[in-house]
């Protein structure tokens, strides 16, 4: 596989665990609330009834639309937040920094979240490909993100680029990890800009 970070791009200025940075949950929103409207919005037009999503890098709160989704899976690092979570049917914690191999089945999914959290990810080559693998023909992951960031976990290419640079890096990682199709959305809801990078998987 490609790798499209080098050693230097995967630094952070905080070296120590990414579970202990995250060992106590924090109950807040990680950008205002026109974003996460924004982005509820988007998620309402590429997802339908009976979608299978994978909210990868979640927390308490997924901002997923009303519609009657046929299950929602989880993943992060605070149980508690996970917990709290009411969207999530179930959910399993996982340092991608230390395993990018998902435990869940190939083709599995038609949708994968990954809200405000892309720029922490070290291997992300890995992790997309992953997303890939567990996504049926033609699903879609969709990737948000705005300028704030818990800065001495970001990764290095993160902190360095702007935020046209930091999508041309999220397009990247698709391409690096098989996808096809990507689209970009870019708007000032609110006070924080809202990006999203949209990724096609391959057709059958
Ligand atoms: C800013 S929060 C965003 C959470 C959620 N998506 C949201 O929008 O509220 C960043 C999240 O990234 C996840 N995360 C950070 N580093 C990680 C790592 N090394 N492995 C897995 N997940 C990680 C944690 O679950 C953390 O909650």
């Given amino acids: 596989m490609t790798s499209v970070l080098s050693d230097i791009d995967r630094q952070t200025i905080d ?14 929103t990680h950008a205002d609330e026109a974003f996460t409207t924004r982005l ?17 890098m979640s927390s308490w709160v997924s901002f997923l639309p009303e519609s009657p989704l046929a299950s929602v899976v989880g993943h992060g690092l605070n149980e508690d937040e996970l917990e709290a979570n009411d969207r999530l049917d179930t959910y399993f914690l996982q340092d991608f920094n230390s395993d990018q191999t998902l435990p869940l089945e190939e083709n599995a999914f038609d949708v994968v979240c990954c809200a405000l959290s892309v720029q922490y990810l070290q291997y ?7 997303f890939g693998r567990i996504l049926a023909p033609d699903g879609v992951a969709i990737v ?3 300028n704030r960031m818990f800065p001495t976990k970001a990764i290095r290419a993160w ?17 690096a990890g098989g996808f096809g199709e990507t689209a970009f959305i870019t708007a000032k809801p609110g006070s924080d800009p809202f990006y999203a990078v949209i990724g096609r998987a391959p057709p059958a």
């Fill in 159 to 175: 902190r360095t680029r702007s935020m046209d640079e930091r999508a041309a890096l999220v397009d990247a990682y698709y391409k």
């Fill in 40 to 56: 509820t919005a988007l998620y309402d037009s590429e997802m339908k009834p009976g979608d299978r999503v994978f909210d990868a």
């Fill in 144 to 146: 948000s993100f705005t």
């Fill in 15 to 28: 070296t120590t665990d990414d579970t202990q940075f995250y060992e106590s949950p924090r109950f807040v």
């Fill in 124 to 130: 992300p080559s890995d992790v997309f490909s992953e």
